[in-house]
């Protein structure tokens, strides 16, 4: 039988650097207070939420003063591991307000290929949902680069996310960004594009239409998106992609509202319907 929105039980939750800093660079603290206020409620409602956080290269660079960013990839592994420890200390204020503690999980995308770490890292999520505990999740960007090299524009943690979904077994994929979904061009580039209203499978031609090879504008962050929607419809989970401008739309997509803001195009003909 399948399953709704509202029934499902446990849901990861990717916000981009986008949604977390103002364009200025400095943090975005009413969204991150929203978000950690949303998440803590639906701990509440008995949910099981675990939060894929990028921002660690940004939290670093207002945190050691830096105006720009530097390019070298070793310089940005350093304010990623500044950023990072920054960016869990005002999770862990904010989660904690709600009674909630915050877990550090740091990984790399080959985790599915070493059974050992795998089964590592899906215990320790397991652990530390059944304890109340809400997993907070980044690339370790001290050890791979994979996700470092898409930060700002390229849409770092999109790959990961869907990755921890399918590891833990969550039924839903919310990707908060700075789009309220997949359109037919980039609205940026062409206001009056219009968005896709369901998407079952990732073709060659959507790829083009979010900026694939050979396609003329694009910022390639709606082609990791993509990856990551494909990653979850073939394996059975669905995704949302949804403006993060204000989280609590988090709660009209888990209601299954459907609105002008929550479009569930990602959509698979099994778990959720
Ligand atoms: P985030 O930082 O939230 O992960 P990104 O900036 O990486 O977000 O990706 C979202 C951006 O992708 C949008 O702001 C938009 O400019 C761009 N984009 C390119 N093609 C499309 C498309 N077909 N539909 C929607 N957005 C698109």
Redesign the pocket.
């Known amino acids: 039988m399948r399953k709704s929105l509202h029934s499902c039980k446990r849901i990861v939750v990717k916000v981009?650097?986008?949604?977390l800093m103002h364009s200025n660079g400095n943090v975005n603290l009413r969204t991150i207070e929203k978000l950690t206020r949303v998440l803590s409620e639906l701990r509440n409602e008995e949910k099981e939420v675990v939060l894929v956080s990028?921002g660690a290269i940004g939290v670093g660079l207002r945190k050691l003063q830096l105006e720009t960013r530097p390019t070298s990839i070793p310089e940005q592994q350093a304010i990623a591991a500044v950023g990072q420890s920054e960016l869990m200390h005002i999770y862990s204020k904010l989660f904690g307000e709600y009674g909630y503690p915050v877990g550090q999980i740091l990984l790399t995308r080959d985790v599915t290929d070493y059974p050992t770490s795998r089964e590592n890292v899906i215990n320790t999520f397991n652990t530390l949902l059944n304890q109340g505990i809400i997993p907070i999740v980044n690339e370790n960007d001290t050890v791979a680069v994979e996700e470092i090299e898409h930060i700002?524009?390229?849409?770092?943690n999109?790959r990961l996310s869907a990755i921890v979904a399918k590891l833990i077994n969550a039924e839903l994929l919310i990707m908060?960004?700075?789009?309220d979904?997949?359109?037919?061009?980039?609205?940026?580039l062409n206001p009056a594009?219009a968005m896709f209203d369901e998407v079952h499978e990732v073709t060659d031609e959507l790829l083009q239409?979010?900026?694939g090879k050979g396609s003329e504008f694009?910022?390639?962050?709606?082609l990791?998106?993509l990856a990551a929607a494909d990653y979850c419809l073939k394996n059975d989970r669905q995704m949302v992609l949804a403006n993060?401008d204000d989280p609590d739309i988090i709660y009209d997509i888990i209601a299954g509202k459907k609105n002008r803001d929550v479009v569930y195009q990602f959509k698979t003909g099994g778990i959720l319907s």
């Open positions: 981009g650097t986008s949604t990028s700002t524009k390229y849409g770092d999109d908060l960004s700075d789009i979904g997949f359109y037919h061009e980039n609205p940026l594009a239409l979010a900026g694009g910022t390639g962050g709606m990791t998106k993060g």
